[in-house]
């Protein structure tokens, strides 16, 4: 493994070989934590170097952390930062919805007529509407199950929750989406 250049910027001697020294020991349990939120390993690693230039002003800290607690501050930092640009990635995923063509090619068949096409729209528009009006954690929930394919043991694990809660969870954020769309659809 290579040690990233981002290290050499460090001047005392003891930190940079301090930070050497976590980089190498724990870098390939940061990356598995990103990928697992992620899914993107680029993106990942991205991250992971993020979290050490973040780390570089609390080098006293860590050195006073025994192993456990080290270990959890380190996950948990990338854990913090790769939810972050999860959520900045989705958010402009969300207003890039037609923008690379194949959204509209998905709703437009060959055989669609006119008429199809309009209430496909209208169907894809209550339902955006719909995931905006729900409460973040329902969001998240409909997003990874139906969006993401995440299995139920990776969405548990993601929202810090039991498995077997997760279908659950996933029947009253559905319901709630439901109870939305027929709201929005019978006012004006």
Known sequence: MLIPVFLFEIKDEDDRAFMANLYQSYYPMMLHAAIRILHDENSADDIVNDAFVNLFCKISVLRGLDVCTLRAYLVSTVRNLSITALRKRNKQNQYAFWDDGTAL?????????PMDVVLRNAEIESLIAGLRKLPERDRWL??????????????????????????????KARRKLGELIAEDEQDP
């Not at 090619?105 to 007529?113: G, K, M, P, T």
Request: glycine content about 0%.
């Open 142 to 171: 409909l997003e990874m199950k139906y969006f993401r394919r995440m299995r139920d043991a990776e969405i548990a694990q993601q929202l810090e929750i039991r498995e077997n809660s997760v279908r659950m969870y996933l029947t």
């Open 105 to 113: 090619d998905r709703v437009i068949s060959e055989d669609a007529s």
